[in-house]
């Protein structure tokens, strides 16, 4: 019987990526005693959704006991149990009511073409209520949506489109999964980008910045400016994006009063203090938390975070 520890979430990160471990190495049928689990974030959803993925492709049955009511419900709605077997568990039928202002279920992006949504989704639900219909600002003339919303898809659109590109240099086959919840008691946004690919080492392996073949180092140079759009890489034809999805997803998170949480083969990086390497845990391919204060999110102006663009994006921008 595989346990569940009472946090499956960004800052328990090793202990999710090792419970997670145990369950890709798992023979048959993959019991799980949920009993102590007491909470779950975007990050920690992410993550079971792709260890998920893959024990099942592997030909595992999934069986999770004892999960609490108000998780199960929860679980249920974020779509975290999509093939998972729930034994002794009570479960809660409702209405599904529409929150995009407040999260984004567990999403499986296995496409480029899925990229665009799913980011606008994201930013949607991190900033709160924004209509692209409301009366814009006296003052600036845009919409808090055209303000808020826009430059955030931007950065988020980059951000997805690099973890799946990068996750696929090694397994064709890989994919990204996202969610996001607004934590109204802090006022929190908390999101979880997740892919089942090669990891940044092995995708950043030939960059001539690359000093040290060690994972930390490859986090490390994965959050510099223009590390993922290839160039020094000489992939650039496979490059769609500005390269700067993470740097400035990371700036964003900072300067609204939050952090970021990296994890890669056996190492984890954190932008409020922990960073180093495991010997324990270890994960395939590439997490992300990102973590932002969504009363702080109004006064970041993503132009300024923006490192200088040396091409013009595709799309027009209102960065004002």
């Given at each position: 019987?595989i346990i569940?520890?009472?946090?499956l979430?960004?800052?328990?990160?090793?202990?999710?990526?090792?419970?997670?471990?145990?369950i890709?190495?798992s023979?048959?049928?993959?019991e799980?005693?949920?009993?102590?689990l007491k909470?779950?974030?975007?990050f920690?959803?992410?993550m079971?959704?792709?260890?998920?993925?893959?024990?099942?492709?592997?030909?595992?049955?999934?069986?999770i006991?004892?999960?609490?009511?108000g998780?199960?419900?929860y679980?249920?709605?974020?779509?975290?149990?999509t093939?998972?077997e729930?034994?002794?568990?009570?479960m809660?039928?409702?209405t599904?009511?529409?929150r995009?202002?407040?999260?984004?279920e567990?999403?499986q992006?296995?496409?480029?073409a899925?990229?665009?949504n799913a980011?606008?989704r994201?930013a949607?639900?991190?900033i709160?209520?924004a209509?692209p219909?409301?009366?814009?600002d006296?003052?600036?003339?845009y919409t808090?949506?055209?303000?808020?919303?826009e430059?955030l898809?931007?950065?988020l659109?980059?951000l997805?489109?690099n973890?799946?590109?990068h996750?696929?240099?090694?397994n064709?086959?890989?994919?990204v999964?996202?969610a996001?919840q607004h934590?109204?008691?802090?006022?929190?946004?908390?999101?979880?980008v997740v892919?089942?690919g090669?990891?940044f080492l092995?995708?950043l392996?030939?960059?001539?910045?690359?000093?040290?073949?060690?994972h930390l180092?490859?986090?490390?140079?994965?959050?510099q400016p223009?590390?993922?759009?290839?160039?020094?890489?000489?992939l650039?034809a496979?490059?769609v994006?500005?390269?700067?999805?993470?740097?400035?997803?990371?700036?964003?998170?900072?300067?609204?009063?939050?952090?970021m949480?990296?994890?890669?083969g056996?190492?984890?990086h954190?932008?409020s203090g922990?960073?180093?390497?495991?010997?324990g845990?270890y994960?395939?391919?590439?997490?992300v938390?990102?973590e932002?204060?969504r009363?702080?999110?109004?006064?970041?102006?993503v132009k300024d975070?923006?490192?200088?663009l040396?091409d013009?994006?595709?799309?027009?921008?209102r960065?004002?």
């Open positions: 019987m569940f520890p009472s946090y979430s960004a800052p328990s990160a090793l202990e999710t990526i090792s419970v997670c471990q145990e890709m190495k023979v048959g049928v993959a799980i005693n949920a009993v102590h909470f779950i974030d975007p920690g959803m992410a079971l959704g792709a260890c998920f993925d893959e024990a099942r492709r592997q030909g595992r049955v999934i069986r006991h004892h999960l609490s009511p998780l199960s419900g679980l249920q709605r974020m779509d975290v149990f093939g998972i729930l034994v002794d568990c009570t809660k039928n409702g599904r009511q529409d995009s202002d407040a999260l984004v567990l999403t992006l296995c496409d480029r899925e990229v665009g980011a606008h994201l949607k639900a991190m709160g209520r209509d219909d409301d009366m814009p006296e003052m600036t003339g808090a949506y055209e303000r808020l919303v430059p898809q931007y950065a659109n980059e997805l489109e973890a799946l590109t996750a696929r240099r090694g064709k086959n890989a994919c999964w996202v996001s934590y109204p008691n802090k006022n929190l946004i908390r999101l979880g892919d089942n090669c990891g092995e995708s392996r030939a960059h001539t910045k690359l000093q040290r073949e060690h180092d490859a986090i490390l140079l994965a959050l223009r590390v993922s759009c290839n160039r020094d890489l000489g650039l496979d490059s994006n500005q390269g700067v999805g993470l740097t400035t997803s990371c700036r964003i998170a900072e300067h609204a009063g939050g952090r949480i990296l994890a890669s056996n190492a984890m954190s932008t922990y960073s180093g390497e495991s010997t845990a994960w395939q391919g590439v997490g938390a990102m932002v204060n009363s702080k999110l109004a006064d970041v102006h975070l923006l490192p200088p040396d013009i994006p595709a799309v027009k921008l960065f004002e």
